[in-house]
């Protein structure tokens, strides 16, 4: 089945720095990658996604770039702020999988003001 | 918007007791995930259905069975709770198709004395 590795399992920046959160994936034929983010005691609530035709999506702070041939993509937080302060999770999905979603272990990213 | 509800938030149980946990959808959707999460271990899947009456193990199942009589509701059902089974508990839902996202609960924490 699929294996997703996420890190750093922490990260802490500086208010207005960047924040790169990495992850990497086992089955080739993975082609959906979605990113969670769960603010404390809430919900995980889908923040971006991208899909394996497209090697990079932007929403405005936020960037997921995908790199096929390496089986890694990345979410990218430009301009942070301290409510990015939060467990980002990563996820992969086979398509035409049942079960739809194997994610990552999480990162605990604080935004320090 | 897409409501998924967990019946408690938080929950006492006793070792060897027969616990419930309920959660119900009400955007009509196919497939139904019950999650567990716990500190850098990230969400892992138990069980998931993608019909009434269907159900499928994913990768904790173990201690655990689940029901959905009904398409809107999708009990987790531990059968001799444990200690080790303390933790956050996650609903999912997502319709059927490629690359849907899925959408959670606010979590149950369960915790077995």
């Known amino acids: 089945g699929e294996n997703v590795e996420q890190h750093p399992s922490t990260l802490s920046v500086q208010e207005g720095d960047s924040a790169v959160i990495k992850c990497t994936y086992s089955?080739?034929?993975?082609?959906?990658f979605p990113w969670y983010k769960q603010e404390l005691g809430k919900r995980p609530q889908l923040i971006i996604d991208i899909r394996s035709n497209v090697g990079e999506k932007k929403d405005q702070r936020i960037a997921v770039t995908l790199n096929k041939t390496a089986k890694h993509f990345s979410l990218h937080i430009t301009e942070t702020q301290p409510e990015d302060s939060a467990v980002y999770f990563c996820?992969?999905?086979?398509?035409?999988?049942?079960?739809?979603?194997?994610f990552g272990s999480g990162t605990q990213l604080t935004v320090l003001p | 918007d897409v409501k998924v509800t967990q019946s408690s938030r938080y929950l006492v149980k006793r070792t060897g007791e027969k616990v419930f946990l309920e959660c119900v959808q009400d955007m009509d959707h196919e497939n139904m995930f019950w999650y567990r999460q716990d500190p850098g271990l990230g969400l892992r899947l138990i069980y998931f259905s993608y019909d009434v009456k269907m159900k499928e193990k994913g990768d904790i199942p173990e201690g655990y069975s689940v029901s959905r009589e009904k398409k809107e509701r999708f009990s987790l059902i531990l059968e001799s709770a444990s200690t080790n089974q303390t933790s956050m508990y996650l609903c999912?839902?997502?319709?059927?198709?490629?690359?849907?996202?899925?959408?959670f609960g606010d979590g149950t924490r369960l915790s077995i004395l």
């Open positions: 089955d080739s034929a993975s082609n959906y």
């Open positions: 996820a992969a999905c086979i398509s035409g999988s049942a079960r739809q979603l194997t």
């Open positions: 999912a839902s997502s319709s059927t198709g490629n690359n849907q996202p899925q959408h």
